[in-house]
């Protein structure tokens, strides 16, 4: 199979394996400035880490998450990892829900770092139905896969594993706080400072420490 997708890591046969998704007009080795992977190295976790490009064109035609999971994700499961789990910063938070929602087991936890809520078109018409425990999508809603990500997150399964976090200044924050509230409690994590490197690098500190993926 031809692949389509650039992705930067390592395997070290670690049990764990998170992806991690970019943001719009970010590459997966912004993570790796950032101090993403050096972050996991110094603290010696049992993590494979891997940040995956995706072309805003592949993302708008709908090729983008399919090719993740026949390229990267489902392949992941035949190599020895006993979970994968599936993150991003932004837009690449806001991907990867969709894809947990649209492709139930292609992940075993979401790590998402300042997940955009997707566009005012689709918060303003949950917003308008009552907010998202009183929204029931129609036929034509459920045809966008950011309606079918918030209609995941009215009952995500139980049990999933889960952090959100984002910063206390961030332009999205009530959008990034319903998506945590989906929750339970302890999956929430809010710092100060905005929708920038320097929340989001606290943020991934924050996740490391929890021990999120060993639970």
Known sequence: MRRTLNAIGQRSGAPILLVLLPGACMTA????????????AQRRLPLDLLAVDLDLAAISGGTALPALQTEILAPARTEGYRKVWLGGISLGGLLA???????????????????YPGSRLTTNAIASSGGLAGWTPDARQLGDPEFRMWRWLQEPPAGFPAFVGWGSGDRF????????????????????????????????DHFLDRGTLAD
């Open 173 to 204: 924050a009530s959008g990034m706080q319903q998506i945590a509230a989906c929750f339970p409690p302890q999956t929430a994590c809010c710092v100060p400072g905005g929708h920038d490197w320097l929340a989001w690098r606290t943020l991934w």
């Open 29 to 40: 080795n912004d993570f790796v400035t950032a101090g993403f992977f050096e972050a996991v």
């Open 97 to 115: 829900l969709c894809h947990v929602a649209d492709t139930p087991g292609a992940a075993d936890g979401l790590c998402l770092i300042a997940p």
